[in-house]
């Protein structure tokens, strides 16, 4: 059996066409899946033996809701979905004045190993597919009623340790039989895989690729984060600096503020030091006290922030949602998987 939601309007027309059907009928199937159909029955204007094939050579997934939460602060809305082989993943919807942002998970797990981040904890069961990480976005709109705008991979796992299947789930989400989410509105996040970078600065895509920098020194950042022993910070920004030279595109880099870690002037001198000659961006967010986790929230945010300015590095200090739901990636799946341990 086939997973016909990863496939490619170009891949189901050639296999419709190996099925002896017409050209269109790829693009039909291609639409009703992208609606969130359920059943190969549901596709009504399809003659009812075509129906029956596919059912026998093709699956459609469609994970179910384990737990839904919605955060009475803002409407943050954070889904905990049961996927196929009983796997759990999660996905925020995160309304903004500008839209809806979808926070969309591309791994089961993660083993990127970063100290202070909870989806990383119990390491890296599999990757997803292209047709679950598009089913985040289709089922998350479906049932919450609001439309989606924009998509971020910032949920659990490394976009770039399963890049493959991401690349296909923005072609599909990018398609105009789909649901159409332009480029320029989705952001990818990478703790720092190099070869990612480059890989990703060929393609010369429109998308805004986001960094996880969380420190400038090699010696801080291999303190919290155990990919820097791979790509060192300068190797990094030294990809980061091609990137730019090849797609033009401005780097939002992300740096969470943990205290006496990463929080020093020292430090903000440092990153506004190795920014230079692009136009990046720093967001600068509050830590999420991870319970597993011995790293604490900093209180320098603003000072840091207006360091980085002085420097003429444009700063923000990242708005928290969801803080009463656990909507930080990683926490309810955590504590999922704590309750089935108990159980
Ligand atoms: N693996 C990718 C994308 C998923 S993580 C990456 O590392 O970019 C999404 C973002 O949340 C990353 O910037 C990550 O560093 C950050 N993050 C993880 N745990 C956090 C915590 N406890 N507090 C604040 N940010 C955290």
Redesign the pocket.
């Known amino acids: 059996m086939t997973d016909i939601k990863s496939m490619t309007p170009a891949e189901l027309t050639d296999a419709l066409r190996a099925l002896g059907e017409a050209a269109y009928r790829g693009k039909q199937v291609f639409s009703w899946l992208h609606r969130g159909v359920t059943s190969f029955d549901a596709m009504s204007d399809l003659p009812k033996p075509l129906r029956g094939k596919l059912a026998e050579r093709f699956y459609i997934t469609a994970p179910n809701i384990a737990r839904k939460q919605v955060s009475k602060l803002d409407g943050t809305i954070k889904y905990l979905w049961e996927l196929r082989d009983g796997n759990c993943i999660e996905t925020v919807l995160m309304s903004y004045h500008h839209g809806n942002t979808v926070c969309v998970s591309t791994q089961v797990g ?1 083993r ?1 190993g ?1 100290k ?4 990383t904890v119990a390491g890296k069961v599999r990757d997803l597919a292209p047709s679950e990480m598009l089913d985040q976005v289709l089922f998350t709109k479906l049932d919450s009623g609001r439309e989606v705008s924009n998509i971020v ?3 659990i ?3 770039m340790d399963n890049l493959d299947n991401v690349l296909r789930f923005l072609e599909l989400v990018n398609s105009p039989d789909g649901l159409n989410i332009g480029m320029r509105h989705v952001s990818l ?3 720092g895989v190099v070869p990612g970078i480059d890989r990703l600065a060929e393609l010369g895509l429109q998308l805004t690729l ?1 960094v ?1 920098l ?1 420190a400038p020194d090699s010696a801080a950042r291999s303190r919290i984060m155990p990919v820097n022993n791979a790509y060192d910070v300068d190797e990094l920004f030294a990809a980061c600096h091609r990137y730019f030279e090849k797609t033009g595109r401005r780097i939002s880099f ?1 740096y ?1 503020m943990i205290d006496g870690v990463n929080d020093s002037d020292a430090q903000a001198d440092l990153l506004a030091r190795k920014i230079r000659g692009m136009p990046g961006h720093v967001n600068l ?1 509050p ?2 006290d ?1 319970v597993e ?1 011995e790293f604490k929230p900093s209180r320098r945010a603003a000072a840091f922030q207006k360091r980085l300015e002085a420097h003429g590095i444009t700063a923000t200090v990242r708005r928290s949602l969801g803080g009463d739901i656990d909507a ?2 990683g926490q309810l799946r955590r504590k999922a998987m704590e309750g089935r341990e108990e159980a």
């Open positions: 993660c990127m970063c202070f981040c909870a989806s991979l910032m949920g796992g490394e976009p996040s990478t703790c986001s996880s969380h992300e969470a967010i830590l999420n991870v986790s930080s990636c």
